[in-house]
């Protein structure tokens, strides 16, 4: 149990400790085991549903009560069909191939030295997350498979869903005979307990941020630990001259208005002035009731359009609200999104396949799409299961982070006696 009168960084310290031990544990267990701790976890979260929908409806009335936005509210929002997919999720991650021991290459030396790089867990990983209590299980099961442990400090608003969800996932993993350590929940909402984390350099090995732009600008300035995060999901969708009508209205709907809420839905729609039928793309975002804003161009096709602030190109959302452009072709698109673009996931609509690879190649972003809507941006839809977020740096992992970037490598060097001159 936890000692909630100790400091922020003593409470951390501990559960650092325990981490560890169960790190080194995990990192040797059987991929069976794990499998088998994932299986009974998600059996436990199904048989939890009640107690985790009670769970959330307090934190549905506290936070509709403290003013979130339909969008924050909706990513807070559990009912039985998310817990299904939650628990489904973690059943996925079981099936996914171990990466803990494959052999990345393996070479022999002239003097006869064979060398392996062969993958291993990175450890003890900490998570700081807002809103989506679905990352308590998603980074449970990722963590677990990956042969890490993991300490998670969600935010406030998910307080009661999280612990109901964290119950459920240790004692599916415990039955299995895994060490329920391997995955902590900060017990307190104390914000100093974010402050404690990230100095705890030695104790956890890196930290994953999910959340809003100040969480995880709060992350990278005051993190003494490696950080894996990305700051913004400011995603366009650039539809070119030799688009396709009926498609790129499509792709754009569901770009921005599927789920305004998630990091992969659209902010900005670049349209080429030499396609043929711009108004049909903003009609259709202004008839499913997304706020457009738009540069002086677009503002004549639709009176219900608003001008744009020169922020806008620069905001992200996460709400039915998108700005418009109209640019001068692909070298105008790609400027502008190097401009203002957070090298997430950007878009080209097209039937031109030259012009597509041009921007495939050109486009400095962890994703880039043809003919796609930039909701795909997900691990699941990317057949990774389930993930820990998308990273947009380029040290360690990017894009889509599931088991594969939780995992680091050693060299393995085996002689037969071999010694250097």
């Known amino acids: 149990m936890n000692d909630l009168t100790q400091t922020p960084d003593m409470l951390i310290a501990a559960m650092g400790a325990r981490a560890r031990r169960a790190a080194v544990e995990l990192a040797q267990a059987p991929s069976a085991r794990k499998a088998e701790a994932l299986r009974g976890a998600a059996r436990c979260l199904r048989a939890a549903k009640g107690k985790i929908i009670i769970a959330n409806r307090a934190d549905m009335e506290r936070g509709a009560a403290n003013g979130l936005s339909s969008a924050m509210l909706d990513r807070l929002r559990l009912d039985d069909a998310r817990i299904d997919a939650m628990a489904d999720a973690v059943e996925q991650v079981a099936t996914l191939a171990d990466p803990v021991g494959t052999i990345i290459e393996r070479t022999e030396r002239p003097n006869g030295l064979v060398l392996e790089r062969r993958r291993v867990p990175l450890g003890v990983i900490g998570i700081i997350y807002e809103s989506r209590p679905n990352v308590t299980a998603d980074a449970a099961a990722l963590g677990l498979r990956a042969g890490n442990a993991v300490i998670l400090r969600g935010g406030s608003e998910a307080i009661e869903s999280n612990r109901a969800i964290h119950a459920a996932m240790i004692e599916g993993i415990g039955e299995a005979g895994l060490p329920v350590e391997a995955v902590q929940l900060v017990p307190s909402t104390d914000r100093a307990l974010v402050g404690a984390m990230l100095r705890a350099a030695g104790l956890i090995d890196i930290i994953v941020p999910r959340g809003g732009k100040s969480l995880v600008a709060r992350v990278q300035e005051e993190a003494r630990v490696p950080v894996l995060a990305h700051l913004d999901g400011i995603n366009h969708t650039y539809v070119h001259a030799a688009a396709d009508v009926a ?35 903003v009609t259709a975002l202004l008839d499913a009731r997304c706020d457009v804003r738009g540069d002086a161009a677009v ?16 905001t992200e959302y996460l709400d039915a609200v998108a700005s418009v452009r109209l640019v001068a072709g692909l070298d105008e698109a790609l400027a502008h999104i190097a401009n203002h673009g957070s090298q997430h996931t950007d878009a080209i609509v097209t039937q031109d396949e030259a012009v597509a690879e041009q921007f495939l190649n050109r486009c400095d972003s962890a994703i880039v799409m043809w003919n796609a809507s930039s909701q795909f941006a997900d691990g699941g839809e990317f057949g990774l299961g389930a993930e820990i977020g998308i990273s947009t ?14 995992t680091t490598y050693k060299w393995v060097v085996r002689g037969t006696g071999q010694v250097r001159s």
């Open 299 to 314: 503002r004549k096709m639709d009176d219900r359009v608003e001008p744009a602030q020169p922020g806008d190109w620069d």
């Open 393 to 406: 740096g380029r040290m360690h992992a990017r894009g889509p982070v599931a088991l594969e970037g939780l």
């Open 247 to 281: 498609m790129a209205r499509e792709i754009v709907v569901n770009a921005k208005m599927r789920r305004t809420g998630i990091c992969g839905a659209m902010e900005t729609l670049l349209i080429d002035r030499a396609f043929p039928e711009p108004e049909a793309l």
